[in-house]
């Protein structure tokens, strides 16, 4: 859902706060179709969601989805940070022989 770049872009926009349709089209530089596409994708997979504001629909992020995003991503953060961990010892090994 967040392998398309379009896609983090919208969710990196929003994270600023709600916003219509149109703005994230110009925020983003991307064609309306496009955006909306990607909105309902968003939306289908619980990260976003819409509401009515007059004649058009402004989205927001659902802190709830972005939370089932970080437990799935969690234990891929722990094995780079651990490797990182690793090479910055072995940097510092290196330092210390020159």
């Known amino acids: ?25 110009t925020a983003l530089t991307v064609s309306q179709p496009s955006v909306s596409r990607h909105l309902r994708v968003l939306r289908d997979a619980g990260l976003v ?6 004649q058009r629909r402004v989205y927001e992020l ?6 089932d995003v970080l437990a799935w ?4 953060r722990r094995l780079w940070a651990g490797r990182l961990d690793a090479l910055e010892r072995h940097l510092d090994a290196e330092e210390g022989r020159r």
């Open 1 to 25: 859902m967040l392998a398309e770049p379009p896609r983090r872009r919208i969710v990196g926009q929003l994270r600023e706060g709600p916003d219509p349709v149109g703005e994230l089209v």
């Open 49 to 54: 969601e819409a509401r009515k504001d007059a």
């Open 62 to 67: 659902r802190p709830e989805g972005l939370a």
């Open 73 to 76: 991503v969690e234990p891929y």
